[in-house]
């Protein structure tokens, strides 16, 4: 694991935290705006292999369809209105695909924490694809994406498929193991509900060589323990509240 760490601490959770309609364009642009330069989404596969950003399964909450958003080929998915259901300031926000989005950091120096949400039972296709699809838009980019999860075989898939990119663990509990996983995985970062950080697993953690980061973070008092802590990032929603530095 390489000992340098080319990504700011802050970084905005779904684009906007809460203040735009998560994963969708407008939502980076408004984290943009509020000074932010890196942000966290979720991809996942649509029925024919096009990644778009969703954090759901199912597209209810998010957008004006319904059912499982992976069923469904890319072309229906781009029809959809996902950003009436945060506001009408949004409405007729469309989804973004992965591409869409990789521009958009590409060109304005951005930095990117691309999180492997897959659809249930295509965890490997989804990190295969996740790993093949950032190679490919950010070649001969200075900094590539993190590729982060919760599911140790799509991250898995995701070092086979480009050993190179940097991959995080993302952890809701210290379950039996975790150290190992992100050891075996090759991972550069741990990322923990903040809660999970203390004294004792941020000792564990670094003494093993990982970077240590947190979401989804979004109180003053939560940022001063981790930053008194000595961990390396911050995933928040509050981008009203926080003003990143480097």
Known sequence: MSSSWPYPRWIAHRGAGKFAPENTLAAFRLGAAHGYRMFECDAKLSADGVLFLMHDTTLERTTS?????????????????AGSWHSRAYAGEPLASLGNLARYCLRNGYFLNIEIKPTPGLEAQTGTAVAHAAA??????????????????????????????????????????????????DCTALVCNHALWDSSSVLQAKSAGFRCLSYTVNDEWAVQRLLDLGTDGIITDRIDLFAPGS
């Open 65 to 81: 369809g319904r059912g499982t958003g992976g069923d469904q080929p890319w072309h229906a998915l781009s029809l959809l209105d």
């Open 136 to 185: 490919r838009l950010w070649e001969g980019a200075a900094v590539p994406p993190l590729l982060t999860s919760f599911q140790p075989e799509a991250l898995e898939a995701a070092q086979a498929a480009q050993p190179q990119l940097p991959r995080g663990l993302l952890l809701d509990s210290l379950w039996k193991g975790w150290l190992e996983t992100g050891l075996t995985l």
